[in-house]
């Protein structure tokens, strides 16, 4: 594409540059925003990383342990009982992370409005 104006629906190319009155190129580039898609896009990439490490693990640690909480006791693969315990240390971290959200709101309802 050699016009550096934009198209017939009046949308922006990548890599478009502004032009002057005359018609001679500024050399600003012409700015795309980011959307919801393309942050989620982004995004995906690492959850996928992260995806195949998961199962690099649990592939890797197949072998049965011997699980005991108080008079339970269970017999399981070692990458679901150490998966098992990390989703029951993040569910721990969210609740008293979320308590402590709800008590940050209650202050900031609680303080008089700001005098004008």
Known sequence: MTSSHDDEAGTPELGDTDSDAD???TGART??????????????LPSL???VVILVFIVQN???????????????PLSIALLAS????????????SLRI???RRQIHRRPPPSP
Request: proline fraction near 0%.
């Open 102 to 104: 709800v008590q940050l």
């Open 31 to 44: 700015v795309i925003a980011s959307t919801r898609t393309s942050r989620l896009w982004l995004g995906l």
């Open 49 to 51: 990383v992260v995806l």
């Open 23 to 25: 018609g001679r190129a």
């Open 62 to 76: 197949h072998q049965d342990v011997r699980v005991s909480l108080f008079t339970l006791s269970v017999t399981w």
């Open 86 to 97: 990390a989703v029951l240390g993040a569910l721990l971290v969210l609740a008293i992370g």
